[in-house]
């Protein structure tokens, strides 16, 4: 089975503040993890992901195997980047069909 | 947007009545999805599509049910509607056939369903 937890519902930070939303993840095999935002009122869009190791609108994410965790960072927080965010991992779910798994989400709200 | 559309945008409906939701798209992808999100329980799988007429179930399909007679149309039919049922429905598109996109999915707008 696989699992995504995102221990924070709410996250609050002022503009410039760093800013970092957790996600750890239960996965028994090699997990392909990625990072989707909702802004308000808009479609779910992908942020980044593990495997191409990138960095968009300055947020970064480091997978550790060790501490199955893939926590989301941002030196610092601007205000458009208050939305909803949501971890998930890609698993296999048999013949050559794969599923995501979310999280339950951290609403980010950046104060000025 | 990776061509995807939902009909309709919002609804309202009576407990017990039947209703069905669109998903469209234009760009040939095959494999499709339907979620539910509601406040403190994320996004959840409802059904997804590995084909035309392949379908298989997610994690909440109790009272929902899907067809795929054309790649690119996904319906989701609610037989008898109620109000757990009330929340904002997406679907999604993915081409699990590149190893880097395995997990990259595109979102519709999403359905805004009421139950009364």
């Known amino acids: 089975a696989q699992r995504v937890t995102q221990p924070e519902k709410l996250l609050s930070v002022f503009k410039g503040a760093p800013v970092e939303l957790k996600c750890n993840y239960s996965?028994?095999?090699?997990?392909?993890l990625f990072w989707y935002v909702q802004y308000s009122r808009q479609r779910l869009q992908l942020l980044l992901r593990?495997?191409s190791r990138e960095s968009i609108k300055g947020f970064t994410a480091d997978l550790n195997k060790g501490e199955t965790s893939f926590h989301l960072k941002k030196p610092f927080a601007q205000e458009e980047d208050s939305a909803m965010y949501y971890c998930a991992l890609s698993g296999y779910s048999g013949g050559s069909n794969y599923k995501l798994t979310f999280g339950k989400g951290t609403l980010l709200t950046v104060n000025p | 947007d990776a061509g995807i559309t939902q009909s309709p945008r919002h609804k309202v409906t009576e407990t017990g009545t039947p209703v069905t939701l669109r998903c469209h798209q234009t760009?040939?992808?095959?494999?499709m999805y339907w979620y539910r999100q509601d406040p403190g329980h994320g996004l959840r799988l409802i059904h997804y599509?590995?084909?035309?007429?392949?379908?298989d179930k997610g994690e909440v399909s109790d009272g929902y049910s899907v067809s795929r007679s054309k790649t690119e149309d996904f319906l989701l039919t609610l037989e008898s509607a109620t109000s757990s049922q009330t929340s904002v429905y997406f679907c999604?598109?993915?081409?699990?056939?590149?190893?880097?996109?395995?997990?990259?999915?595109?979102f519709g707008p999403g359905t805004r369903l009421l139950v009364l």
């Open positions: 593990h495997i």
């Open positions: 599509s590995y084909g035309v007429k392949d379908t």
């Open positions: 999604a598109i993915s081409r699990p056939g590149l190893a880097a996109l395995k997990g990259t999915q595109y």
């Open positions: 996965y028994s095999g090699s997990p392909e």
């Open positions: 760009e040939n992808h095959r494999y």
